[in-house]
Structure formats: structure tokens, C-alpha cells
């Protein structure tokens, strides 16, 4: 059989395929469902739950005074001095709340950074942040801890939930970086040892407040 001929051979078999095409052999498989199981609990015990799995330090508050007197317990605590916050509208609260050690100046000498968020994924114990919520990319990656300061009603079950929050908040000018913060930076490539604080922060503080 010549080269052509086998072409024609081919080409017949294919356009004889396109016309009887072959139902797919696994219909529910495209995609279109989730691959996880509705939220069992309430969102702010399963992400609890979830982020202290990941190593994360959780803290819940009635309102904002009161994250303030833990916030600044804590602080007391790890004798912290230099707590570096960009946000403007976050240190302006916290200012007013008697936060102590509060700065704008330093983030390479900062014992803590203190940051708000995008949202929180409950199902993953993710902190979802962004360039531009968050004043940059660097804040909460530099520090040796970061605390965030977030609110019940930022909550949402899984990532594509947040990605929704985010294409109604930014539209088409979605931020340059979204990141999904699952607690400490740690990794176990050298002799499969866990070590924290390799390509980010040592310790992840999340302060949940109550937001009806």
C-alpha cells in the first residue's frame, strides 16, 4: 500500500469517527462536581481545626477589644517589641486599641508581622492573602511570625470559594499574587526531616473575630 493510500485509510477512519462519535466512557468525570464533601461542621471549627493540624495558632474573639487584650497578651508573652504592620487602616485599630510594639519602619528587624486577609478556607486551613489586600508580597513571607487578624465573615469552605471572593472584589483587575498560607513554611527535602521556617514564617498566629 502506497503512502497516500494509507493517508486515505486514516483519514476515512477519522472522519467516520467524527460523524458516530464514542460516548464518553466516564460522563460524570469533566469536572463540573465537586470533588469534596459539603461542610460537615461550622465553618469556624473546621477551619480551627484544619489550621492546627497544619501547625497553626489559633485564637478566637467576641469582638475586636478583646483580640486587642490577647493580641497584646501574647506579645508580653514572647517578648516581642518591633511588630511591623503596612496596613493603614489595620494599625490605625490597633493604635487606638494600646497594641503595644507596634511599627511601620522595619520589616528585616521585626519580631512579628501582623497582617489582615483575603479570606479563610475552612476545608484546608488556608489563609488566603494578596498584593494588594495586604500591602505587598513581603509581609506576611519575611517576618519570622505572622499574625493575621481576620473576621468570621471572611470564612468560605474550599479554594474556589475564595477565588470566587476575589473575582467579585477585583473584577478584572485581579492582584499580581494570591497566596494560599497553610500555617508555618516547612519542608522536609533535606533526609525527609520536617524543619519550620525555611522559606517563610516560623509560627503562624490567626485571630478570628466574631462577625455577625
Known sequence: MSVSSSKEVILKKIREALIESTPLPFPLSEGT????????????????????????????????????????ALIAEKNWHNLFC??????????SAAVNGLSQTSLADCDASITTCESLVARTGSIVLSSAGQSGRTVSIYAPVHVCIA??????????????????????????LISFASGPSRTADIEKTLVTGVHGPKEVYLFLIDQP
Open 151 to 176: 473576621y468570621t465573615a471572611q470564612l468560605v469552605y474550599d479554594i474556589k470559594d475564595a477565588l470566587l471572593l476575589q473575582k467579585e472584589k477585583y473584577g478584572t483587575r485581579l492582584p499580581s
Open 86 to 95: 503596612s496596613e493603614t487602616a489595620l494599625l490605625q485599630s490597633l493604635t
Open 33 to 72: 462536581a465537586s470533588l469534596y464533601h459539603p461542610a460537615q461542621k461550622e465553618l469556624e471549627i473546621q477551619f480551627a481545626e484544619e489550621f492546627g493540624k497544619l501547625q497553626g495558632k489559633f485564637a478566637f474573639c467576641l469582638n475586636l477589644t478583646e483580640c486587642c487584650v490577647q493580641l497584646n
